[in-house]
């Protein structure tokens, strides 16, 4: 959660977007911090939920809230569920077309 709207930081409002999610990978999401120049990874977590506690830690330790970040990765899951769909999508139509053309 970010309170000082830093650069690229995300909205309080969107902090919990996206905690269910269907066909997770080994990492969900990554906690990142501004040094200045850059958001350097602070730690790769199995959940949104769980970055969001850890990003919740570091804030209650002292961090600054506009410093931090939560990225959730999800590139893996959703390849799967395209090529699934094109499959599913190719099948549907070459079944439609072997009872139209017979």
Not at 44 to 68: K, Q, W
Not at 74 to 94: K, P, T, W
Request: glycine share 16%.
């Amino acid at each position: 959660m970010s309170w000082g709207g830093g650069p690229h930081a995300p909205s309080v409002f969107l902090a919990g977007i996206g905690k269910g999610r269907f066909l997770r990978g080994g990492r969900a999401a990554t906690l990142e911090r501004h040094d200045g120049a850059v958001w350097c990874e602070v730690g790769r977590f199995g959940s949104v939920r769980e970055a969001d506690r850890a990003l919740d830690e570091a804030v209650a330790n002292g961090g600054a809230p506009d410093t931090f970040r939560v990225v959730e990765i999800h590139a893996a899951s959703n390849r799967v569920l395209a090529i699934a769909g094109a499959v599913v999508l190719g099948v549907a139509i070459a079944i439609v077309l072997y009872v139209i053309l017979g």
